[in-house]
């Protein structure tokens, strides 16, 4: 019987590098006001129409975790193929600026995921 050897495949198959083997991308979204400040997303938890519940209508993530802290962080997962940092930061910006051009939100593509209990 003959024997083969695989050699291909396993160099997808590498550590610290973040992969989607989908058409799926992650980021983190900063919310900031128009004077730079984060926008403590814990201030209106749960609240209808709410900071988060704003950003959540405005990206329609796949899943999304926002932290528990004054920071306004909150990490998306998105249709990866419709959806890079530039577009969602523009997004973003737009919904949380008072005066047009002032709000200085951020929104980078995520470079490793971390699931904890």
Do not use: C, W
Not at 22 to 50: C, E, H, M, P, Y
Not at 86 to 91: D, E, G, I, V
């Amino acid at each position: 019987m003959a024997a083969f050897t695989r050699v291909n495949g396993a160099a997808a198959a590498v550590v610290d590098v973040l992969t989607s083997t989908a058409q799926i991308a992650a980021f983190l979204v900063t919310v900031k006001d128009d004077s730079n400040a984060a926008i403590d997303l814990r201030a209106d938890d749960g609240v209808v129409d709410g900071n988060l519940e704003k950003l959540l209508k405005e990206l329609a993530p796949l899943m999304y975790f926002a932290t528990n802290s004054s920071a306004g962080t909150v990490t998306v997962v998105m249709d990866g193929h419709a959806n890079d940092a530039a577009s969602l930061q523009s997004r973003v910006r737009h919904l949380f600026e008072a005066a047009a051009g002032d709000n200085d939100s951020l929104v980078i593509a995520a470079g490793e995921l971390v699931a904890a209990a």
